[in-house]
C-alpha cells in the first residue's frame, strides 16, 4: 500500500518554462488536494477535489491548474512558471468515511523556479 | 470562515523534559482537531485527531493533546521530550462535515536538546 506517491520529487524550472506536478493514490480516496508550504507561511490549499469530473479551487490558485480525470490521479500543472511559484508542493487524500477525517500526505515536491 | 493559530515559531525543551505546543482555532460549529509532524525533507504525518467524546485524546510516539472548547485551545503536550522529537508540527481544524477542507497553522517548530 503506496499511499499518495507524488513525482519528481525535486525540480529546477526557468521562468516561463510549464510542467505537471503528478500525484496519484491507491487507498480509493475520493478528496484529494494541492498545497503549497513556504517557510513561515504554514500550508495553503491551491485546489482540491472531491472526486473523478470535479475540481475546485483554494485559496492560492492563480498561476495553476489541476484536473482528476481518476479517483486515483490529480496531476498540478504550472503554465508559465515564476519565481513566486519557488515552493514545496504537497499533494494529500482523504476518505469520506466516519473513522478517518485526517488527511495522507505525499512526500512533497521542491520547486525551484529562477 | 476557520482558522488555526499557532503562537510560537519555535519550541525549545530540554530532552526529558514535558513540552507543550500551543494551538487555538476558530470554526463555527463543532471541530475537528488534527495535529500532523514535519520531519526534514518529508511529508506531514498523522500525530493524533480529536473528533468527539473524552477532551484528552492519545496519539503516535507518546504524544497526547487536550482539546479545551471554553478556550478553543488544542495544545499538544508529551511528558518527557525526546531529541528525535524535534521536528515542524502543524495544528489543523476542520469543521463538521465532510465537505469541509482541513485548515492549517503556520507550523511550530520543536527543537529538543540533550
Known amino acids: 500500500n503506496a499511499g499518495v506517491t507524488q513525482t519528481p520529487k525535486f525540480r529546477i524550472l526557468k521562468i516561463g518554462q510549464s510542467m505537471t506536478l503528478q500525484c496519484t493514490q491507491d487507498?480509493?480516496?475520493?478528496?484529494m488536494y494541492w498545497y503549497r508550504q513556504d517557510p513561515g507561511m504554514g500550508l495553503k490549499l491551491i485546489y482540491y477535489?472531491?472526486?473523478?469530473?470535479?475540481?475546485d479551487k483554494g485559496e492560492v490558485p492563480n498561476g495553476y491548474n489541476v484536473s482528476r480525470s481518476t479517483t486515483e490521479d490529480f496531476p498540478l500543472r504550472l503554465e508559465l512558471a515564476a519565481p513566486s511559484q519557488t515552493s514545496v508542493y504537497f499533494c494529500?487524500?482523504?476518505?469520506?468515511?466516519?473513522?478517518?477525517?485526517?488527511?495522507?500526505f505525499g512526500s512533497g515536491t521542491r520547486l525551484t523556479v529562477v | 470562515a476557520q482558522s488555526v493559530a499557532q503562537p510560537e515559531d519555535q519550541v525549545n525543551v530540554a530532552e526529558g523534559n514535558p513540552l507543550t505546543v500551543k494551538c487555538t482555532y476558530s470554526?463555527?460549529?463543532?471541530?475537528?482537531l488534527f495535529w500532523y509532524v514535519q520531519y526534514p525533507n518529508r511529508g506531514l504525518q498523522f500525530l493524533l485527531k480529536?473528533?468527539?467524546?473524552?477532551?484528552l485524546v492519545k496519539g503516535s510516539y507518546g504524544f497526547e493533546a487536550e482539546f479545551n472548547k471554553s478556550q478553543t485551545s488544542f495544545h499538544l503536550k508529551k511528558p518527557s521530550a525526546l531529541v528525535s522529537d524535534s521536528a515542524l508540527y502543524f495544528c489543523a481544524v476542520r469543521r463538521t462535515g465532510t465537505a469541509s477542507k482541513l485548515t492549517f497553522g503556520t507550523g511550530t517548530r520543536l527543537q529538543v536538546t540533550l
Open positions: 494529500a487524500s482523504s476518505d469520506t468515511g466516519l473513522a478517518n477525517y485526517g488527511y495522507t
Open positions: 470554526v463555527s460549529g463543532n471541530p475537528y
Open positions: 477535489s472531491v472526486g473523478a469530473g470535479i475540481t
Open positions: 487507498m480509493n480516496h475520493n478528496y
Open positions: 480529536y473528533i468527539t467524546g473524552d477532551n
